[in-house]
């Protein structure tokens, strides 16, 4: 029987969960329909909610709650879970001081409108003091983190993007993997010179036929366009609000091949929002997990079901359907071994969002070894471009000519989002082990996925990821899941599997 | 020197439009975009803000700081007309105890459900005890209202509609219009029976074409696509936030016109909201005046403007080579002349929102009667059929066969909407007036249509209307834009003129 002050705390959580809302939706409407006049004003919009939602969850009542609610007892498992989350929340919320706050928003939003120009003009070092402020800021934040939070400042700040995740474990995993990945790309790379060159589509390809055929893709996977929507927008992502998900993605005529597997990526975040469970959408255990489960999600319909042979001999003809009316698609570049050879191809690159799966990793290990250590003092901002080229000539195998393409390329550091890295990758990871157990589970999975049923694979998941919510730290999600926690294992031989022997 | 007190209020307020401009937003986007599974969500979204905004308002601090600002002095012209519409808007928002609006919430969602299927039914009787519990608490709101203000019952709830108007005006003019309707209407109806019947268009006009059309008119008017768009919904309507002006329309394959007109009209209410000086749109004297004022902005470019025989000799080109394509638009249907006798073409009709520039006011005067007849207990709800009947004969020379296009045939009453009738006709009076005296300070105002040319219309608009914002009141507004208050007669001349002559 839970207490008047525990229902209080559900409708306190409520009101937030419908200005969290309210803020996807403007923040949609932002990237997809805004004129661009507005953008001060929507500026503003989206100020003050942020600062009513800060408001309402900071309320020193809501901590006096949180205190006598976890004292009382009386609450089942769910409500349990429940009160931690919330406890979370509070924690990170009231761990550091708004005008520390208010300091790091203003040095990050003077940083990213910088980085825009010192990107386009190679100029590392015009960025580095407002770099440098927002790194003495973020430390600031972590070291308020941690002592809110009782752990040490990179692993405070990794709490916030994947709640109980530790730089420990991370450091096994990425100790595992970084042994592994320069070898092992070399070997995919001769292993790929001796198949044949996989032959390019030519195009164009209407954006109204791939807006279709990525909608019948979408469809399949289970997405469900009654609380859902596929629009167009310079970045994509997946947003919206409960019940209302809604990801974007950007055509390109001359190729359909990307923006095709990009609206896949963010299908799987999508089912993954799309399954957490009714009842549970407007308290904290409802909530998606955190960043890296979040990717394992995408990264499971992308990368595991989608770049598979199987996935492709059911889309193979779909593709050559939707643009047979505008290029010649009996050609055996419309084959579904070359579109295998084509969604498989692996390449040394100097930019991380346009990597391959086998060397992503490598770009997120350096990111995550640099940043762990400008954190800690052992590496000072002037040294990171040095400190760049060499981890990418260990790790990626090739030097950027300039930073421009080395350490000025991603907006995170700029935009505040320290710690963030890492969980692009441990989402691929937790992609390869939940897919590898789902197939244990499901021995028509792959079958089935060849003809266009990807039931058995996102059934599986929405009763092992999905219908979880927040319920469990991610550690114990997996493991209950899959039988044991990350194993670099897993990761490697579906590598191994996909790159060397097929 | 205004005081720091009259700062946080500026402050205060600065926030409440920002909750505003995010509650427009998700307004249309609930009207266009949203997926219809995320309904209960995006209802709580916009029901939070909505208390916050309550909230926030109603502070009790912010009565503190409204008395001492007023106390205070010191406040330049444009600081006091704020403050007087911070204390209004504080007035109207404390006046109603929350248990109150909450019941009149609660009653107000029950029946406009019950109403939809009582329309489809003609089911008067079954309305009824709903629409009683509406109209109770409708009553009971004003009386609130009326104490807080030291108004009757009528006025208060009509002073949130159009701040400033009252009865007694309303009654002057409309007692004056509803002598001269009946019969001049019926003089306009041989004048026409006269002439040439119009020649109907004959479609199909399809939607893009339609569209594209729109755009190039919106633009001649001086719509501002940067701060704005044009989109579709189910019942067209004028939203958005400041400087994100949102218009919608419904298009007919069958029927451009109507869509078109109507496109003008919200551009009307858009070039209003649009034309307010930047720098007060956080303010509350940087508002748009009221519900009448805005009317007239919308009915001087519909009405005054577009369907003028001026205007069409602009855009009748337009329209023949927008739809060339699909129809022969050669032949004398696409005349000047015959577009000018559809455009203005009279009939007695059962409905108001089909209704033309000349029988519109019967329906409204008519609406006005019987819902002051109600609020003051002079008329039961039983006995509205009959009366409306009567009316209808009265008023507009036709009676219904039935309650479904009776008194079931608008949402406002069943939505909460008392004394907001009055100001759809006080619009069309005032855009008479506003433009009537436009073209004599712009005598190419005329001309300048034919041409496409809006700017002596609209510049004017801009200087004695929307900068104006809600600096004066609404009578005072027109008094100082064209040297008298309302007067019926220049709307009269403006209907004899276009019905009779011409």
Redesign the interface.
């Known amino acids: 029987m839970p207490s008047q002050v525990y229902e209080d705390l559900e409708r306190r959580f ?2 937030l ?3 969290d ?2 803020l996807g ?2 923040y949609w ?1 932002q990237e997809t ?6 953008t ?3 500026g ?6 942020q ?2 939602h800060h408001e309402l969850l900071t309320d020193p009542a809501m901590g006096d709650r949180l205190g006598e609610a976890e004292g009382a007892g009386g609450l089942d498992d769910w409500q349990q879970a429940n009160l931690r989350e919330m406890r979370r929340k509070y924690l990170h919320a009231t761990a550091v001081p708004s005008e520390l706050v208010e300091a790091s928003t203003k040095a990050v939003t003077a940083c990213e409108v910088a980085w825009r120009s010192a990107r386009r003009d190679n100029d590392f070092a015009g960025l580095k003091p407002l770099l440098q402020e927002v790194l003495t800021l973020t430390l600031r934040i972590g070291e308020a983190k941690a002592s809110a939070l009782g752990l040490d400042v990179y692993d405070a700040l990794l709490d916030e993007f994947e709640p109980g995740l530790r730089a420990k474990e991370i450091d096994r995993v990425f100790t595992d993997l970084a042994a592994f990945l320069p070898d092992f790309t070399g070997r995919v790379l001769d292993y790929q010179a001796a198949q044949p060159a996989p032959e390019p589509l030519t195009g164009p390809f209407p954006v109204e036929a791939q807006r279709q055929l990525g909608v019948a893709l979408m469809r399949a996977a289970g997405f ?6 596929l629009d167009v927008s310079m970045h994509p992502f997946c947003g919206g ?4 998900t809604r990801i974007t993605t950007r055509y390109d005529e001359a190729d359909f091949t990307k923006a095709l597997m990009g609206v896949m990526h963010e299908t799987g975040h999508a089912l993954y929002e799309q399954g957490r469970p009714a009842a549970w ?2 308290q904290p255990v409802g909530s998606s997990r955190g960043m890296a489960v979040h990717e394992s999600q995408s990264l499971s319909v992308e990368m595991q079901a989608c770049r598979s042979r199987e996935f492709l001999q059911y889309a193979a003809p779909l593709m050559r359907e939707a643009f047979s009316a505008n290029v010649d698609t009996a050609g055996p570049a419309w084959s579904v071994d070359n579109l295998y050879r084509l969604y498989t191809k692996v390449e040394r690159g100097l930019i991380r969002v346009d990597a391959d799966e086998v060397t992503y990793p490598a770009h997120v290990i350096l990111r995550y070894r640099l940043e762990r250590a400008m954190l800690a003092g052992d590496l000072a901002l002037g040294d990171l471009p040095g400190a760049w080229a060499d981890g990418m000539a260990e790790l990626v195998g090739i030097v950027p000519p300039d930073d421009r393409d080395g350490c000025l390329q991603d907006i995170h550091w700029p935009g505040g989002a320290w710690a963030y890295f890492p969980t692009y990758t441990l989402g691929a990871m937790i992609a390869a082990q939940l897919f590898d157990a789902a197939g244990r589970d499901e021995p028509d999975l792959l079958p089935a996925l060849s003809r266009g049923d990807f039931s058995p694979f996102i059934g599986w998941m929405r009763r092992n990821v999905h219908a979880q919510g927040s319920s469990k730290a991610s550690t114990d999600l997996l493991t209950a899941a899959t039988g044991r926690p990350l194993d670099p294992e897993v990761f490697k031989e579906h590598l191994a599997r996909r790159y060397l022997a097929n």
Chains 1, 2 share one sequence.
């Not at 469900?224 to 929507?229: A, C, E, P």
């Not at 609000?241 to 209302?244: K, P």
């Open positions: 409520a009101r969960s419908g200005v809302n309210a939706i403007l409407d329909n805004m004129p661009e006049g507005s001060e004003i929507r503003e919009a989206l100020a003050t909610l600062v009513l469900d366009f009654t609380r859902g929507r609000a409960d019940n209302d959408l407007a």
